[in-house]
C-alpha cells in the first residue's frame, strides 16, 4: 500500500443490535499479502505484513499469517509481548462498543521482520 492511501473496505457486516454496518478496515493489497495460517511456522524471520492499533491505548496487532477471512496470527504487544491469534470480529467488536474506530489499521506501517518489532 502506498503512503496515504485509503484503505479499501473489504467488507460489512450487520449488526443485530444497532441494524447499522460495522466495517472492518483491510485492504485487498495486505489481504493477498498475508501467508495463509501455518505457512511460516518454519520461518525463522516471519514478516509482519499489517499493523492494527489501539487509537487510546498502547496495544499493537502485528498481522503475519491469515486464514482469508477473519482469523490472524501475528505478534500482539499489549501487557506482555506473545504470538498468538487475533480476528477481525474482536476489532469490530470493539468498535463497535466503543462508537468509533477505536482499532484502526496503521496506513503507514511496512512490512518488517517480528524480530525486529521484537527489540
Keep these: ?3 496515504g492511501a485509503a484503505p479499501v473496505l473489504l467488507w460489512c457486516r450487520k449488526t443485530a443490535s444497532q441494524g447499522g454496518c460495522v466495517m472492518a478496515l483491510l485492504t485487498e493489497e495486505i489481504k493477498k499479502s498475508l501467508p ?15 499493523r492494527f492499533i489501539d487509537s487510546l491505548g498502547d496495544w499493537s496487532w502485528y498481522a503475519i499469517e491469515f486464514d482469508g477471512d477473519n ?5 500482539v504487544l499489549g501487557f506482555e ?3 498468538g491469534y487475533f480476528t477481525l470480529s474482536e476489532f469490530e ?6 462508537g468509533f474506530d477505536r ?4 496506513p ?5 521482520s517480528v524480530h525486529e518489532i521484537q527489540r
Design 1 to 3: 500500500m502506498t503512503r
Design 36 to 50: 495463509a495460517l501455518y505457512s511460516q511456522e518454519e520461518n525463522k524471520a516471519p514478516l509482519a505484513r499489517a
Design 71 to 75: 482469523l490472524f496470527f501475528g505478534l
Design 93 to 98: 467488536e470493539v468498535n463497535q462498543k466503543a
Design 103 to 106: 482499532i484502526q489499521l496503521d
Design 81 to 83: 509481548r506473545e504470538l
Design 108 to 112: 503507514d506501517f511496512t512490512p518488517v
